[in-house]
């Protein structure tokens, strides 16, 4: 199927050519013509697969050939969890109405807001926002929702998990209540099926994939390593693999920026992107890692929607999550636009309970791989004492020695000798 069959206009498909698409995604089939007849819709589709077309095309058709909106005035509104994704979203809304006589702006905290209220001053037709500057904007008056026909909640899932539902409760009680809301999401939850409850009316829902599962083109590996080891093992992965361009996440920020320094000193080039960066830090940051001049960006889960990078072939999970579905959002930053992505996790022995949750979601088992250099030290234990068979849960790659002694050259520092009762506790398991 070819756009110009979903019933979009010939100025919205001609600068959909000059964006170098011909064929449109699965969740852009299904969307465009649903939004077209003004139904209210929920989406659900994994992160990459084209979301921000499915809605913002409609939404500029419908809002094509209509009045230009009054001062401090929007007709559509689309929200948004972070500043970056609200600056992409404001990019691809800039990209598609081209020559079309259709207004657009972004509006997001960490920036002063005076340029934010002149750009509205005038009315703006299609307003992208994050949620907290948006009602910072209102309640300055320099915001007026009266004249809004359609709203949009991009990432509804991740907006609900960094707490904004307050705030979505507070914008949905300040808009017209006649409108068209359409709410897209990478993950169908029960907290989702609640908000679309109260938020759409007699919406359609399109689910593209089964909820919660990954993408099939991304290849996924975990690696099992000691906690203590992880920033030598992603170097020694760095290096060996020749990755010019890798996505890291951390679960903190201050674990972030920590490792960037680690990176920098081994002369990897890398930067960090999290809540507590300036928005310029932040873009600069961004900008770098596109254009290649960093090869290493280190992200936590709150920054990294908005990284939307067509031709990243890996992303590693230095950490792993505590929200398990943030998993999925994060091994979505590779293999985009059905491309092949690879997903490396760095897994240590502290992490089971979060491994067990990412499985239980995806129902998909990983098999835990060794590095031979960085076997850990729960494993080198096994192996020189004669603990349980690890061969059930770890894909050894030669790990094989000569003696009973390790080389440290080979398999790195040891983090814990076994003990007498370690020792003790072997040779009981050998009787049985």
Known sequence: MSFDALGLNDALLKNISEQGYDRPSEIQQAAIPVVLQRHDVLAIAQTGTGKTAGFSLPLIQLLHGGKHAPAKHIRALIITPTRELAAQVAQSVKNYTKDINITSAAVFGGVRIEPQIAALAEGVDILIATPGRLLDLHSQGAL?????????????????????????????????????????SATFTEQIKNLAGGMLCESKKIEIKAANSTVDKIEQRVYHVDKKQKPDVLRHLIKQKKWSHVLVFCRTKQGADTLVTQLNAANINADSIHANRTQHARTQALEGFKTGAICVLVATDIAARGIDIDSLPCVVNFDLPYVPEDYVHRIGRTGRAGRQGVAITLFSSDESKQLKAIENLIRQPFERELIPQFVPSIVRAEQMWGGANTKKHVKRKSTKTKSKQFDDDEYGNFEAMPTAKDKNKAKKRKRR
């Not at 026909?149 to 009680?173: H, K, P, Q, T, Y």
């Open 144 to 184: 007026h929702f009266s004249q809004l026909e359609m709203l949009v909640l991009d990432e509804a899932d991740r907006m609900l998990d960094l707490g904004f539902i307050d705030e979505i409760s507070e914008i949905n009680r300040l808009l017209p209540q006649k409108r068209q809301t359409l709410m897209f």
